[in-house]
Structures are given as C-alpha cells and as structure tokens.
C-alpha cells in the first residue's frame, strides 16, 4: 500500500476517533473512557494512544477542532468592505448560531475547562478572538467609526469575555433564551462596549452648541 494511501487511512481513522469521542461526551456529559472511544470507533487502545498520545491529549484536540470550526464559521462572510457595525453585526450572528446550534459547545465551555491541556487550547483560542476583536475596533477608529480614545485591545477582551460568559449561561439554563433574542443582547453590548454613534453624537452636540 502506498504512503498516500497510507495517510489517507490515517486521517480517516483519526477522523473517526474524534467522531466517537465527541458522541462519548455528549452522551456522558463530559465524562469519556478510552476503551468506549476505541470501541465506537472500532479501533484498538492502542491506536487511540498511538494518535493522541493520552486521554487529555484527545479531549484537548477535540476542544481544538471546536474551536477551529468555530473560527472558521464566524469568518465565512466577513466581508471587510462593510462598516463596522454591518461587519460585526454579522459575526455576533454567526458567532451565537454556531453556539446555539454545537450539542458539544455547553460541555466545551463548562465541563471541559477545568481539563489542564484543555485549558492550554482555550487560552490560544481566547489569545487568538481578543487580536481580531482588538484589530476590528482598530479598523473601527481608522475609519472613525469608533472612538480614537478607546484601547482597543482591553475593548476586545472584555467584549470576548462577556460573549464567552453570556453564552455559556445561555446554553446551560433549562429553558435557553431564543436564538434570536440573545443575538439582539449580544449585539447591544457590543455597540455600547465599543461606544460605536459615540463620535457621531458628539459632532452632533457641537453642531447644536450656540455660537457666540
């Protein structure tokens, strides 16, 4: 057998143990066993081993795929020749559809982070959404959409740290708000986390001010 053929057997294996590993923890609510992984997957321990290297190792890289698939559907129709608002307004939709609609997300955001290798992925991924919420409002201010005096990284953080919040108490309430109404409250913090109209209104202010 050749060594492409080789690789793509590989990486169909691999595919397949993360398959069962994401349907074990679903299943388990954030419990998973090897063996049962294996067997889902039909493929020895030992392969699991030889692929992840440990437990934590495959939990880490299905929390990392997770991720990785959500970056890449929130990107999906970034168009970055919209404004601001139009721009960001589109990634908060993305951003809570993915969520709302990944049985894996409430079990990622809760049960998996106390996980050490876990926590190394979700610090790279956290690192990664505050550079491109901290170049967003970058861009925001070039263009003066946003304010100059903001500092756009502590803007990023904090936006991104009340996302992650907000949406991990959306998705573990018994009754979780409609999709459509938590975007509208996601997106309202965001306009108001970034002071977006704030120029806007300033200018008009100035504008009414009687002259002398």
Known sequence: MSDQALTRRGEATRARLLEAAVEELIERDGALEVASVAA???VSV???YRYFGSKAGLVATVVADFYDRSLKEIAEGDDRALDWAARERGRT???VAFYYREPLAPIVLT????????????????AKLVDDAARSVQRGQRHGELPESLDARMVGAMLIGAFRVAIAEALTRKRRPPQSALTEEMWHFVVAGARFGER????????ARPRG
């Open 40 to 42: 889902r997957a039909d």
């Open 46 to 48: 030992g392969l699991l």
């Open 93 to 95: 939709e993305r951003s």
């Open 111 to 126: 049960l998996l982070a106390r996980e050490g290798e876990v926590a190394a992925v979700e610090a790279r991924f956290i």
């Open 200 to 207: 806007e209104r300033d200018d008009e202010a100035e504008d």
